[in-house]
C-alpha cells in the first residue's frame, strides 16, 4: 500500500507565506510525477502545480511567480511553497503522485486526504 500524507496548511493573512509538504510512504518503488491540486468550495478540484522527477515543473497561471513547487526524490517528498497568499488561494489542497510499488511495472495515481489553506485577515 501507498499512502500520501500532506501538512503545513493553516490559516494564514493576506500576503502571507505557507509551505506544505506531502510524503509518500508505504511500498513505494519509484515516483514519476507529484503535484498539487485543490478545490475550494463550490468549485471544481484544479492542478495548481506539477513536477516531474527530472525536475521539469508547470503551474496554473493565477499562481505563477508566487508558488514554486519541488521535490527531494530520496524523501519521497514534494513541496509546495505559497509566497504572496491571496484570499481566493483559499481551499483544500490535495497531493497526487504516480508511484510503482515494489511488485508493480506500471505507475498507479495517489492522493493524498489534503490539507486546509485558508487565507482571511
Known amino acids: 500500500q501507498v499512502q500520501l500524507v500532506e501538512s503545513g496548511g493553516g490559516l494564514v493573512q493576506p500576503g502571507g507565506s505557507l509551505r506544505l509538504s506531502c510524503v509518500a510512504s508505504?511500498?513505494?518503488?519509484?515516483?514519476?510525477?507529484m503535484g498539487w491540486h485543490r478545490q475550494a468550495p463550490g468549485k471544481q478540484r484544479e492542478l495548481v502545480a506539477s513536477a516531474t522527477s527530472g525536475g521539469a515543473t508547470n503551474y496554473v497561471d493565477s499562481v505563477k511567480g508566487r508558488f514554486t513547487i519541488s521535490r527531494d526524490n530520496a524523501k519521497n517528498t514534494v513541496y509546495l511553497q505559497m509566497n504572496s497568499l491571496k484570499p481566493e488561494d483559499t481551499a483544500l489542497y490535495y497531493c497526487?503522485?504516480?508511484?510503482?510499488?515494489?511488485?508493480?511495472?506500471?505507475?498507479?495515481?495517489?492522493w493524498g486526504q489534503g490539507t486546509q489553506v485558508t487565507v482571511s485577515s
Open positions: 508505504g511500498t513505494v518503488g519509484s515516483i514519476n510525477g
Open positions: 497526487n503522485a504516480d508511484v510503482r510499488t515494489y511488485w508493480q511495472t506500471t505507475y498507479s495515481n495517489y
